[in-house]
């Protein structure tokens, strides 16, 4: 019997006893009216005593559905714009006055229902509650059907004319001759609406609507179907064999047929409880979603609580409630066991499984048996990884390494062990030796042999550390080398090694001595203990020695231990440690001695660091000054000769001595403090000597004192040159004077004559009596006085202009120029300018003139005047850009004179230096030309003179 079979006698079943139940003991209200008014409906009946519990519903036919008359629906209508005419209201369309034979309108005027003229009129029936309308059959004027839409809907808005359009009554051109016609307007798929609207829509604002009668066609009852994956469910029984395993597609249910604009719900529930409900792209265990006007079930997942009766319902208006449902069950499955598989393993025992197919579902029969069992893979034995990796043992002492091994137990031959040392990368046999004995046991379990191979040593040696591996034998071949077994050969601490061998270090320095042994265990850290007399023992490896000092040096011992099974094992190595250093502080510098300027220092360092010094630096400073070096080579013999920048002046002096470590960095180094005094020295020169002139014969002089003296100034010495007419110094007329004061007056000197004058400090140089004449001060130019006059009155112009003034002179009229005196100036790059002129007695004055021309910048010239002339005006004017003078002179006539005896003087001057002429006196010459050159370099000239006596007749 199938499971719908069963689901259909199960149903059956409870229809009865809910019936029985209801015959007995309880009582009913009469049955409800047909829910439709045409087709198959349903009616309901009550219980009416306490002990009927159950309501009880039963279907009923009612007449069939045919064109419906709207009067017998209570209907109400409704048109726009107003009526014509009160025999034409809206209430003509529900009636059901006859308003044709034929199809001609007998009297249309009573029977039809019509609009005032305006714009899109339109009418409305209320049908007061929702129909499945299918089919809208109007009787209406010819001209007004072809422009009328018809529309059902729920809807108001828009005065229902925005509703779900079925369509328009169609019209031929034949149909168009008559006056009214009935015409079918077909709702397809049939529309859920209670409104059903008529509108024109002739877009002429002055039309009217006349309408005479209407019936209508709808479905007598709206069906429910579910279907899964394409297939009618309803009734039926859905399988899944595991828990969480879920539908694939979702269970669909929908109205059927399907309606247009048809608002009423769908809904799934489980076991009488409703599906959890969510939005699209939403996911549970078990939900349900609209779509589309379907409502879909998704079983996601399932468990034990997902099973049981699934129902999707609907209600309809009055009608009772239409419900289609299914049931998912979980189907039971025994569990079967599948064949063994191959054997499997890489060695020895292999094994081989089965799995359930299909395993137990539900209440189904579980399988029984193991799932796995041993089996021969025909292949040489495992190498197991139980046995021990590793042993200590004690240098001399017996020991033992083992391997195990398996094979299937059903195998008859055991298996044999053969031992391999790893020696330079090869697996070396040592299965064969004196010194080792081989041998196995064996041990089975659960289908598999397990072999124990042992290698013994009877003495284990050094030698004996390494890895060792085995091989397993049996009648299938030859296992793989099994993972390394290893000895490890304990001995005591042997080679105590320090580094380094022979430790040297410089004092201050650091340095470690490292501590090395050989055995095993390796000595850690710990295990090594540095001992020295005089400190504390320390326990490390690597002794640290830091900022070193000569006490620190002498004999290190390095004790190593380590422990074995036997117990503490001893072993130790000495060193001796040398300290090196730079010089110890030396004894202040001895002065014994000078040599000139310079002074003589011997040194005395008492300690030198353990190593010869190799030079020596003294060093000395003044006040307000640093330290200066001077480092001196140890194999030049003492003393020393330091040479000092300023003479006596007391200095500050000390020293250190160096060695191939260098010397001490700090200060503390140095040798304490000697103060020595350095010699005298030659003085610089006092200032530039101020000259006061007395009289023709007799100057006071007075000078500065040197700034630097350099020593005690004993006296001055003062140097008076007579420079002569011509400005020629005149060294054998040199005075020389001793004073010790820094004014003094000079006597002795000529009238009316040039002189320059210098002065130097001299002291004494205390340590070998010697005369240290210093510096001459810079040379201070000076003219004693006119003594008497000579046969005319001398005048001197002065300086006539400024640096970089203009000259512009007139010889006043009956003198004549003798003398001219001019100094410059290399800041300036210029020079001034005086002149003498004299009185000659002429006989009147100057007469005729004319002018030598105007000479060039840099250039050389030549200007004189003709005979019976002489200069009587001299102009000069200044350029910074040629550091240069231009000239102009003139020449003026001497009443019954002529020029005779005339000479060119030498060049008076250097460039630079200064000119100082004078006309041989009373001889009556005077000057009457003027030569000279420029030097672009010196930016100076120099000048030479035409003088000429002057003949009166």
């Not at 809208?136 to 010819?142: A, G, S």
């Not at 839409?149 to 009554?169: I, K, M, W």
């Not at 512009?808 to 003398?819: L, M």
């Not at 030549?862 to 102009?875: A, F, N, V």
């Amino acid at each position: 019997m199938s499971d719908v079979e069963l689901l259909v006698i199960r149903s059956v079943v409870m229809q009865l006893l809910l019936l029985a139940a209801g015959t007995s003991g309880c009582s009913w209200s009469s049955w409800s009216p047909c829910s439709v008014t045409c087709g198959k409906g349903t009616k309901n009946r009550v219980a009416t005593a306490d002990d009927c519990t159950v309501p009880l519903t039963a279907e009923c036919n009612a007449a069939s559905c045919t064109a419906t008359h709207l009067a017998r629906l209570g209907v109400t209508a409704i048109q726009w714009p107003g009526n014509l005419t009160s025999a034409r209201k809206a209430e003509k369309l529900i009636d059901g006055t006859p308003v044709s034979v034929q199809g001609q309108v007998l009297d249309h005027n009573s029977a039809c229902a019509a609009t005032s003229i305006g714009t899109k009129p339109w009418a409305r029936l209320d049908l007061q509650i929702p129909y499945l309308v299918s089919v809208v059959r109007p009787i209406m004027f010819w001209k007004s059907g072809p422009n009328v839409e018809v529309r059902v809907g729920n809807s108001l808005t828009n005065d229902g004319n925005d509703n779900h359009l079925c369509g328009r009554p169609a019209y031929d051109g034949a149909e168009a001759q008559t006056r009214a016609i009935w015409k079918n307007v077909s709702c397809t798929p049939p529309v859920w609406g209670r409104y059903i609207n008529f509108q024109r829509t002739d877009q002429d604002s002055s039309v009217l609507f006349a309408m005479c009668e209407v019936s209508f066609k709808y479905d007598d009852k709206v069906d429910v179907r579910i279907d899964h994956d394409g297939t009618n469910v309803d009734g039926h029984n859905i399988s899944v064999y595991e828990e969480g395993q879920g539908l694939a597609e979702p269970i669909n249910c929908a109205f059927y047929p399907s309606v247009a604009d048809f608002s009423e719900s769908l809904t799934w529930k489980h076991n009488n409880i409703d599906v959890q409900t969510l939005s699209s792209g939403q996911q549970a265990d078990i939900y349900q979603v609209e779509e589309n006007d379907i409502q879909r079930l998704y079983i996601k997942r399932t468990t034990d609580s997902t099973d049981g009766v699934y129902s999707c319902q609907h209600a309809v208006g009055n009608a009772s409630v239409l419900s289609k449902s299914f049931t998912l069950v979980f189907k039971n499955v025994d569990c079967v066991w599948s064949s063994w598989s191959t054997c499997v393993g890489g060695c020895g025992a292999g094994t081989q499984s089965r799995h359930h197919d299909p395993p137990k579902q539900h209440d189904g029969v579980d399988c029984t048996g193991p799932s796995q069992q041993s089996c021969d893979t025909g292949k040489p034995p495992c190498m197991l990884t139980g046995s021990t990796s590793s042993i200590s043992v004690d240098e001399g002492m017996p020991s033992e390494l083992s391997c195990e091994a398996s094979q299937f137990d059903s195998l008859s031959s055991p298996i044999t062990f053969g031992w391999f040392r790893e020696h330079q990368g090869l697996d070396v046999d040592v299965t064969v030796d004196k010194q080792r004995v081989a041998n196995s046991t064996a041990v089975s379990s659960e289908g598999t042999t397990k072999y124990n191979g042992k290698l013994s040593f009877l003495q284990t040696l050094q030698t004996d550390t390494g890895s060792y591996k085995c091989k397993a034998f049996n009648l299938h071949g030859t296992s793989i080398l099994s993972a390394a077994r290893s000895i490890d050969v304990q001995y005591g601490p042997e080679l105590v090694n320090i580094h380094p061998a022979n430790p040297l270090v410089v004092k201050g320095g650091s340095i470690t001595l490292s501590c090395s042994a050989d055995g095993n265990p390796t000595p850690t850290d710990g295990s090594y203990k540095w001992q020295h007399a005089g400190s504390a023992d320390q326990t490390v490896q690597n002794l640290m020695l830091s900022d070193v000092q000569f006490e620190d040096s002498g004999m290190y011992t390095c004790v190593v231990k380590n422990t074995i099974q036997a117990g503490d094992k001893t072993a130790s190595a000495t060193v001796e440690l040398r300290v090196e250093g730079p010089p110890q502080k030396c004894l202040p510098p001895s002065a014994s001695g000078y040599e000139g300027s310079n002074i003589l220092f011997t040194v005395n360092c008492p300690k030198d660091g353990n190593s010869v010094i190799t030079k020596y630096e003294i060093q000395y400073q003044t006040k307000g000054t640093g330290w200066v070096s001077v480092t001196f080579n140890a194999s030049v013999s003492q003393p020393f000769i330091v040479q000092f920048h300023t003479p006596f002046t007391p200095y500050d002096v000390r020293v250190r001595a160096a060695n191939k470590h260098g010397s001490e960095k700090k200060d503390k180094s140095f040798s304490d403090i000697a103060t020595v005094m350095t010699a005298e020295a030659e003085p610089e020169s006092p200032s530039p000597v101020d000259v006061t002139i007395l009289g023709s014969r007799s100057a006071v002089v007075s000078w500065s004192q040197p700034s630097k003296p350099n020593g005690l100034i004993r006296y001055y010495f003062l140097y008076i040159h007579f420079l002569g007419l011509r400005q020629r110094r005149d060294d054998s007329s040199q005075m020389s004077l001793n004073v010790t004061e820094t004014t003094t007056t000079v006597t002795k000197l000529r009238p009316f004559s040039n002189y320059d004058i210098q002065v130097a400090a001299v002291t004494v140089r205390q340590h070998d009596g010697k005369v240290l004449v210093g510096q001459r001060s810079s040379r201070t130019h000076f003219r004693t006085k006119e003594d008497v006059a000579l046969s005319g009155s001398t005048y001197s112009t002065g300086y006539l202009n400024g640096w970089d003034g203009a000259v512009a002179w007139h010889v006043p009229s009956g003198y004549a120029i003798v003398g001219v005196y001019s100094y410059h100036d290399n800041h300036k790059e210029d020079r001034r300018w005086s002149f003498l002129y004299q009185n000659i007695n002429f006989r009147s004055g100057f007469g005729y003139s004319y002018g030598l021309g105007i000479t060039g910048w840099d250039s050389a010239f030549s200007k004189e005047c003709i005979s019976g002339y002489i200069l009587t005006y001299i102009s000069s004017w200044h350029s910074n850009h040629y550091e240069d003078r231009r000239w102009t002179l003139r020449c003026s006539s001497v009443s019954r004179s002529k020029s005779t005896n005339c000479f060119w003087t030498r060049y008076l001057n250097w460039f630079d230096g200064v000119i100082d002429y004078r006309t041989p006196p009373d001889q009556r010459y005077v000057i009457t030309g003027v030569a000279s050159y420029h030097n672009n370099h010196y930016e100076d000239r120099r000048f030479k003179f035409k003088a000429c006596q002057l003949v009166l007749y």
